[in-house]
């Protein structure tokens, strides 16, 4: 096994087969955890995006004004000690929400590269939008539809699995095996065709800053960092690329990553919901790396937007906010979260096209 890449991945793929089913047993015996604290507050975010045809001071007030009532909300949060009895989604819902972000097929898993259509929002509005990346894309999708519908625009949605959007060298060892596997250069080949062809007046990228030695072992040689040359240079030609379409280009910053499995911390800590609160201060998110990879976007004629404020405040980035789970599991936010980021989402959208 240990000489073979392939035999190595088949063999890993029938443990993680035996584990799901060896996992779901406890599942149907053991009644899922339930919040038993007071009712908590929705969060309902009142600002919104400029209207069309409005100034970029305009656009950039309208973001501020939408990001400052998100700060209000989480910082009202961040005291929340148990768990609340009307918690959205329920703890147990890990499976609904990666079926959310799988639907209709807009996120492709390893083996698949032809993207379907998946497109959302007004489909015959004189606007396109398009989202892509890995499933940190994907999980924006709720939230872009909604804003979509909002704002008239017309939205296709085009994300793989553990696909970095950026072309990265892979490891000498696994590149065919890779490729074969995952098929990232097809499947990124097939949405830049469909992107030329496609036209957008906007093009939002999002995507993992996991790949490496540190997550996805098989991009990048060994000893691979967050932000390493390798990656700014990777998402700057991606960004240089996607401005040839003609597209305004918005690269979302990355989210704070949980402590951990945020359903499973919950559950543990029904009582102390403060201990699964994330740092603000992780270097994924701000320090050299993340001011390099902002530097490269925008010197590759791009726009860059930091989202920490959308999940933390100076302090902690709590699990919670108003009665919304923020993430459900070690990365992904939940339908519902993205949901709530709506505003922000069309505020940002619309910042990005007033520059057009």
């Given at each position: 096994i240990r000489d073979s890449a392939r035999n190595s991945l088949l063999l890993g793929g029938a443990a993680t087969a035996a584990a799901v089913v060896v996992g779901a047993v406890?599942?149907?015996?053991?009644?899922?955890?339930?919040?038993?604290?007071?009712?908590?507050?929705?969060?309902?975010?009142?600002?919104?995006?400029?209207?069309?045809?409005?100034?970029?001071?305009?656009?950039?007030?309208?973001?501020?004004?939408?990001?400052?009532?998100f700060q209000t909300a989480i910082a009202e949060s961040v005291g929340l000690q148990v768990v609340p009895s009307n918690l959205r989604p329920p703890l147990d819902s890990q499976t609904e929400q990666i079926n959310s972000i799988r639907t209709h097929g807009c996120l492709l898993l390893p083996l698949q590269a032809d993207q379907p259509e998946c497109i959302a929002g007004d489909p015959a509005a004189s606007t396109t939008v398009a989202l892509i990346?890995?499933?940190?894309a994907a999980m924006f999708n709720a939230g872009f539809q909604r804003a979509a519908e909002q704002q008239h625009w017309r939205?296709?949605?085009?994300?793989k699995a553990a696909c970095p959007i950026a072309n990265l060298p892979?490891?000498?060892?696994?590149?065919?095996?890779?490729?074969d596997f995952q098929?990232?250069?097809?499947?990124?080949?097939?949405?830049?065709?469909?992107?030329?062809?496609?036209?957008?007046?906007?093009?939002?990228?999002?995507?993992?800053?996991?790949?490496?030695?540190?997550?996805?072992g098989v991009f990048q040689q060994p000893g691979f960092d967050r932000y390493d040359d390798a990656w700014i240079r990777g998402l700057a030609d991606t960004v240089r690329q996607l401005r040839g379409t003609g597209a305004q280009v918005l690269v979302l910053g990355p989210i704070p990553d949980p402590i951990a499995v945020a359903p499973n911390?919950?559950?543990?800590?029904?009582?102390?919901?403060?201990?699964?609160?994330?740092?603000?201060?992780q270097s994924v998110l701000s320090g050299p790396g993340a001011r390099a990879e902002r530097n490269a976007v925008e010197a590759s004629?791009?726009?860059?937007?930091?989202?920490?404020?959308?999940?933390?405040?100076?302090?902690?980035?709590?699990?919670?906010?108003g009665n919304t789970m923020v993430y459900y599991d070690g990365g992904h936010i939940t339908r519902e979260y993205s949901e709530l980021l709506a505003p922000a989402i069309a505020a940002l959208g619309g910042l990005a096209l007033a520059h057009g």
């Open positions: 406890p599942l149907v015996a053991i009644p899922a955890p339930v919040g038993h604290g007071p009712d908590a507050t929705p969060v309902t975010i009142t600002a919104g995006p400029a209207p069309v045809g409005s100034s970029v001071s305009a656009h950039e007030q309208a973001v501020q004004a939408v990001f400052a009532q990346g890995d499933s940190r939205l296709l949605m085009m994300s892979l490891t000498p060892r696994f590149n065919t095996l890779t490729e098929r990232c250069t097809e499947w990124r080949d097939q949405i830049t065709a469909r992107l030329n062809a496609e036209r957008p007046q906007l093009i939002v990228v999002s995507t993992a800053r996991l790949y490496g030695a540190d997550g996805t911390c919950l559950s543990d800590h029904l009582d102390d919901v403060a201990v699964c609160a994330a740092s603000p201060s004629g791009g726009h860059y937007a930091a989202l920490t404020e959308l999940f933390c405040t100076a302090a902690a980035c709590p699990p919670i906010i």
